[in-house]
């Protein structure tokens, strides 16, 4: 795929903050790349600096072949000339103009004439569905209509490449479900390559065809998002992607390739991963499968907490001091402190060093009779 965005060893700081820590990074042609992250994590750090709206202290941007930031060669091109288009968080309209006249604003500053401008807005306000609004300023409108304003007016001077600062972030839960379904199909039809910042997951994982996590300035993983819930880089992505988060749990691997968990009475296959080391099994939710009734593949929890979720429930179960959070879709009408069998699925766990936090043994890549046995070689899951 043709590279539309190339970085390298890109370093922000602010005072003693290293906001972006060489960071290297490429973006293809028509991809969705969602930069995901707590706050802090460099990611509306690294946007602002490809829109040129911040200054990096080292490294290099290039946006389709042209370099547009260099700190060795001393090279800044202005935020007009990048090629690249923004919608911020605050989506920035001017209060003062109408509709029309800030959707046409981006070409009346490159000097578009007017006719083209008036035709440009005309067909942007049909394309966002928004006939009959140009006439009307930003403060008559729901803020699901702002969005759709500060969008046409990213549409009206198309540029190859949309960034984008969170923009559903002031929306409510409703709207932003509607408006994730409208910036995918904008994406579809215009095919521009969309960078677009958030630190909501369910943002990223929905709307992206490739997802960035990132922390402390650096990438944790990038990869579809998929493979980010399925097979995390290492136990940060591991634990920042997912809701309610993953079962990630201490364990000592034996040399029988199998894992026996710290605080636990039980033990676990663990293919691939060393012997005799420490490591942390991780399974999420929906692979810890559980049972009412006593089985002789299983091993015996106590549920801790039940919380209901319309289409789903979570619940909470105990054995020793190994918590687990199970995600089930049925009705099993489970009450506090009552006993439950469990298994795993075996082929939906993956395997951290310890030390060093990274993945091992990666989901997939392991037997599918696998059991989760007792230590004392009893049921097995």
């Known amino acids: 795929m043709e590279a539309t965005i190339e970085i390298r060893d890109l370093t922000k700081r602010f005072g003693k903050v290293v906001a972006l820590d060489q960071l290297s990074l490429t973006i293809g042609q028509g991809e969705f790349l969602v930069l995901l992250g707590p706050s802090g994590c460099g990611k509306t750090t690294l946007l602002r600096s490809l829109a040129g709206l911040e200054t990096p202290d080292e490294g290099e941007i290039s946006i389709r072949e042209n370099v547009v930031f260099s700190a060795p060669r001393g090279i800044s091109v202005a935020p ?51 006939e009959g609004l140009g006439e009307r300023y930003p403060s008559q409108l729901s803020g699901g209509q702002q969005q759709r304003v500060a969008l046409a007016r990213l549409l009206a001077t198309r540029p190859p490449v949309f960034l984008m600062d969170e923009p559903l972030s002031n929306l409510d839960a409703r709207l932003r479900i509607d408006m994730r379904s409208e910036l995918k199909r904008l994406h579809h039809d215009t095919g521009a390559t969309t960078v677009y910042v958030t630190h909501d ?131 099993l009408g489970l009450v506090m402190d009552q006993s439950v069998w469990v298994r795993f699925d075996p082929s939906a766990i993956n395997i951290y060093d310890e030390a060093s936090g990274e993945l091992v043994a990666p989901e997939g890549k392991r037997p599918q009779d696998a059991n989760f046995q007792l230590a004392d070689g009893g049921g097995a899951v």
Not at 108 to 125: F, H, M, W
Not at 287 to 316: C, K, R
């Open 80 to 130: 007009g000339d990048r090629q690249v288009g923004m919608v911020f968080q605050s989506y920035a309209l001017w209060p003062h103009m109408k509709v029309k006249d800030n959707i046409g604003f981006g070409l009346r500053v490159k000097k578009i004439p007017s006719q083209e401008v008036e035709a440009r807005v005309t067909t942007v306000l049909d394309d966002m569905a928004m």
């Open 201 to 331: 997951q369910s943002e990223a994982m929905t709307m992206a065809s490739v997802v960035v996590v990132m922390n402390e300035g650096r990438i944790q993983q990038m990869a579809p998002p998929d493979e980010i819930y399925r097979q995390p880089a290492n136990i940060f992505v591991a634990g920042f992607i997912g809701m309610p988060r993953i079962n990630l749990m201490a364990a000592q691997t034996l040399d029988d390739g199998r894992a026996r968990f710290e605080g636990g009475d039980f033990t676990l296959p663990a293919p691939g991963a060393p012997p005799n080391a420490k490591v942390f099994v991780g399974a999420r939710p929906e692979d810890v499968l559980l049972s009412l009734e006593p089985m002789d593949d299983a091993v015996e929890f106590q549920v801790y907490a039940v919380l209901p979720a319309g289409p789903e429930t979570i619940v909470q179960i105990r054995r020793g001091d190994v918590t687990l959070f199970a995600r089930e879709t049925g009705q």
